[in-house]
């Protein structure tokens, strides 16, 4: 994304209606993989943060635990 982060695309999502996205399952997937870094994607709206390089079984236990949300 040339202009915007994944951090901005995210706060995008989160502004939209429940009924128009913005309760989007997301996680964050991505080399930054400092505790700072977890914090502020998840404060961004990201309902997990997983670094590179992720293991293919650590990466659908993920995507799995958000579908065992529970549902707004």
């Not at 202009?3 to 989160?14: C, F, M, P, T």
């Not at 939209?16 to 913005?22: F, H, I, S, V």
């Not at 993989?33 to 998840?42: G, Q």
């Not at 390089?53 to 990466?59: A, N």
């Given at each position: 994304?040339p ?12 502004a ?7 309760a ?7 080399a930054f ?10 404060l961004?709206g990201?309902q997990?943060h997983v670094?590179k ?7 659908i236990?993920?995507?799995?635990s ?7």
């Open positions: 994304m202009e915007h982060d994944g951090y901005h695309l995210i706060q995008s999502v989160r939209l209606p429940t009924d128009r996205g913005g989007t399952p997301a996680i964050a997937l991505t993989a400092r505790l700072e870094d977890r914090t502020r994607a998840m961004a990201f997990n670094p390089p992720v293991e293919p079984g650590e990466l236990a993920a995507i799995i958000l579908d065992r949300r529970p549902r707004v």
